[in-house]
């Protein structure tokens, strides 16, 4: 029972950062080109720091 | 074609046989002004598909002045450019520098599909809520008694509260809102069902008890969403796609003010009595009459007639009509919402017809169920009160017959098959923006066709070149490939690698045709009396025929072209498997009676009906449904749309008027005219699933009933026979992709090239 105490609320802790992880990923566009992110691994940058 | 002052270079672009290019006004016009003086325009690329393209557009464009940023979208293909300044930057010019055709994309259909997240969200938050609470109960049932099941059931009653306020809102919401005008959908059983089984869970727990649903009312809430989250993307696929085909109606026009200045005006502020001054390439933006300038019209969007129509001054011209060859100063007669364009919708809105006479499967199965199975809970109360009277025993067994019952399966059942089937479609390039359309497209039994541009591809194709001496074809050919005439097009066709020298110099003479100079000869190609100037001299008997386009040299007859609307490709097979297929097949066309014969007789059409006005296409198909036939309309042009609207169901081309396409139900963007018998195939097969689907969700309930109403059932065994009925559904969903992957080759290759083929008509 006294492991529960803890176990429960670091369970829960775990999924809540997992679903925040999501919905933040979500938000910032992450899910907005799916297909160009994955060719945009390929590109390589201009030499130098970009402006 | 430069972007800068649309007016100054009119003279010039009569030459230039590039399609038409959005002036910069337009550009600007298009574009969202983001604060300061930024702008964002977004363009649609069709043609980018892979980490090249990526970098090549985005480094040609960031190369510009005046361009802030540039960043392509793969999965939507689209560029959206933010730029700062007066000046528009090219481009246009830069990209077809590229190789990548674009459009302009209007920032208005742009908003942030909100739908969509929020669907997004809800499934997250219900599918964490459900694994975490599904969890919990596991350990419940496998043996969690006394001070840690109360505890394990609190805790799930807590995750369950976001989950149902958020995920299970879109239900209440659109449940009560069925309530609310009379109706019943599916959705009501699954909020009644998913509200009781919490509160009552909620009871047990206060009371120490033993059996919560929570995991039950959350899981069946992740479930559902799926399927409504997969539905809600496939459509927005679809119409994503169908917006990012190139707009075909002008946005607006350059004024010409009675001071001489020019001014580039948005087509709703236009009024009668402007004077406009259209360039070559241009669609005539309102109805109006021509001051000055000869020039060929490109009528076939409008009314449906595939020659072009040569106008000069004084001739009344027609909002959406393509302005070919030679500048036209015309003069407004109508405002835009007076014009022709203007008058198809409203033909349209009032010609509102099957579509929303239609009650989707969904709606009409559960009208049906949810009536039987809360009547049935509520006599399992009567029952067990009348049998044990008691209380509580009775309320927890008839909310067990609610769950148990509630519609996991049923609501899965349509939604699934839909997105396997839209997704079938969507990779043959069909695009379906409804739902319903499929299930409306099941049942036609009649198709009724437009002709030009929907059955003919719109375009003039040579019909005589093998009768034709080929050194004077490919002078012709060298001449025709300087104008954007859709004649002179067919014939540049044909040009190739010729001995002769190349013509001198050329020119065009908006109406007539085109001159060239070369080796002290005098061509001519273009019409039979302005051509052939020295009469019935030369050989016109010998090259015979009466068409109205020639090649003369000094004067005299040398060649005669014969044009004929081309088919589109497979056109003949299509309407053959439709015909297969039990749909009987009619033509109707604004055409005159001989085009029209002709295309009837090539591919095989009885029933024609030639010489139509929009409204008469209408009545026509208003006729078919007053006897009972369900019509399927294919058409593209803007005296189609009204309808489009009309038919029970209706198909477009990509090439369609940018209203037809807003109007149909289905989009296909391929050239191959076998998309229609695939659409109808694919939607019967769909169909089918459906009510097997339907089937077994009812025959599930059949043996779960009995087992709820007596009293057995438990948490886990209502886990898990949801569950079992809800993957069941889905895999008899997913004998749909294997079982049309018996279609003809043409419209299962080339994946990548979903949009490329969109070309101007």
Redesign the interface.
């Known amino acids: ?1 006294t492991t ?1 105490i803890y176990l ?1 609320p670091v ?2 802790f775990l ?2 950062l ?2 925040s992880g ?2 933040w990923a ?1 938000r910032s566009g992450q ?6 992110a994955a ?2 691994i ?2 390589e940058p201009d030499d130098g720091p970009k402006k | 074609m430069s972007c800068c002052a649309p007016g100054a270079e009119m003279a010039l672009e009569v030459a230039n046989a590039a399609s038409a290019v959005p002036s910069s006004d337009e550009i600007k016009l298009a574009s969202r002004a983001l604060g300061g003086d930024s702008h964002q325009t977004d363009l649609s690329v069709p043609a980018v598909h ?2 090249g393209c ?2 090549a557009i985005e480094a040609a464009l960031a190369k510009l002045q005046n361009v802030e940023s540039a960043r ?5 293909k689209r560029v959206s450019v933010r730029w700062h300044g007066d000046e528009v930057p090219a481009l246009f010019a830069t990209l077809d520098r590229l190789g990548y055709e674009a459009h302009l994309f209007d920032s208005e259909i742009q908003e942030k599909d909100k739908t969509l ?1 929020e669907l ?2 809800a499934v ?2 219900a599918g ?1 809520a459900a ?2 609470i599904m ?1 919990l109960s596991v350990s419940v049932w496998s043996g969690a008694e006394g ?2 099941r109360d ?1 394990f059931h609190w ?1 799930s009653a807590l ?1 369950a509260i976001p989950a149902l306020a958020f995920a299970g809102g879109i239900y209440f919401r659109s449940a009560a809102n069925a309530l609310r005008h009379g109706r019943m959908n599916m959705d009501v059983p699954i909020a009644v069902g998913v509200s009781l089984a919490y509160a009552m869970s909620l009871y047990e727990t206060i009371n120490h008890g033993e059996h919560a649903y929570f995991d039950a009312s959350v899981s069946l809430l992740f479930f559902l969403l799926i399927g409504r989250t997969l539905d809600h993307v496939m459509r927005e696929r679809a119409r994503t796609a169908v917006n990012g085909l190139s707009r075909l109606a002008a946005r607006g026009s350059v004024v010409l003010r009675d001071d001489g200045t020019r001014e580039y005006v948005p087509v709703a502020e236009l009024m009668p009595g402007m004077r406009l001054l259209i360039a070559a390439g241009e669609r005539i933006p309102v109805d109006g009459d021509i001051i000055s300038g000869n020039s060929d019209l490109d009528c076939s969007i409008v009314s449906g007639e595939s020659a072009p129509k040569a106008v000069g001054a004084g001739a009344r011209v027609q909002a959406g009509t393509l302005n070919l060859t030679g500048p036209l100063t015309m003069q407004a007669t109508a405002a835009a919402k007076d014009s022709f364009l203007a008058e198809m919708v409203r033909l349209m809105e009032a010609a509102e017809g099957g579509r929303s006479r239609y009650r989707r499967i969904a709606d009409r199965v559960s009208s049906l169920y949810a009536p039987v199975v809360h009547l049935a809970a509520f006599a399992t109360f009567l029952g067990w009160m009348a049998v044990s009277g008691d209380w509580h025993r009775a309320v927890t067994i008839a909310i067990a017959v609610l769950i148990i019952t509630c519609p996991c399966a049923l609501g899965l059942a349509v939604p699934i098959v839909q997105v396997v089937a839209a997704r079938r479609l969507f990779e043959a390039g069909v695009m379906v923006k409804d739902g319903s359309a499929m299930e409306r497209l099941a049942a036609i039994d009649t198709a009724v066709f437009d002709k030009t541009g929907t059955l003919t591809l719109g375009r003039p194709k040579l019909v005589n070149a093998s009768a034709i001496d080929p050194g004077m074809l490919a002078i012709a050919a060298d001449m025709a490939a300087h104008s954007r005439h859709p004649f002179s097009k067919a014939i540049a066709a044909y040009g190739g690698s010729s001995g002769q020298p190349k013509p001198l110099s050329v020119r065009e003479e908006p109406g007539f045709g085109i001159e060239a100079v070369a080796g002290g000869d005098i061509w001519r190609l273009g019409r039979r009396g302005w051509a052939g100037w020295k009469g019935r001299t030369g050989g016109e008997g010998k090259y015979g025929g009466y068409g109205g386009t020639v090649l003369s040299r000094n004067g005299s007859i040398v060649a005669c072209f014969a044009f004929e609307d081309a088919p589109r490709s497979d056109a003949m097979a299509a309407i053959q498997q439709l015909k297969t297929a039990g749909v009987s097949v009619d033509m109707l066309s604004g055409d005159t009676e001989k085009a029209c014969s002709e295309v009837a007789d090539t591919l095989g059409i009885e029933n024609f009906v030639p010489a139509l006005l929009p409204s008469g296409k209408v009545e026509w198909i208003e006729a078919l449904t007053r006897a009972d036939h369900k019509v399927l309309m294919v058409g593209d042009g803007l005296n189609d749309t009204p309808a489009l609207r009309a038919a029970h169901v209706s198909i477009a081309p990509a090439t369609a008027a940018d209203i037809g396409r807003k109007a149909a139900d289905f989009v296909f963007l391929r050239e191959s005219l076998l998309a229609v018998p695939l659409a109808i195939e694919v939607s019967r097969k769909a169909g089918r699933l459906i009510r097997q689907n339907i089937a077994i969700a009812i025959v599930y309930n059949a043996f779960a009933v009995p087992i709820a109403i007596l009293g057995h059932v438990t948490p886990l065994i209502a886990a898990i026979a949801m569950s079992a009925s809800s993957l069941i559904v889905i895999a008899n969903a997913m004998r749909l992709q294997a079982a049309v992957k018996t279609l003809p080759e043409v419209v299962q290759t080339r994946r990548r090239a979903d949009t490329v083929e969109v070309v101007h008509p």
């Open positions: 029972m529960l429960i369970a829960l999924g809540a997992g679903l999501f919905l979500l899910y907005e080109d799916l297909d160009g060719e945009r390929l590109i | 892979c980490g990526i970098q392509v979208n793969l999965s939507t997240s997004i969200r997250a938050v964490f694994g975490n969890l001070a840690t505890l805790i995750i």
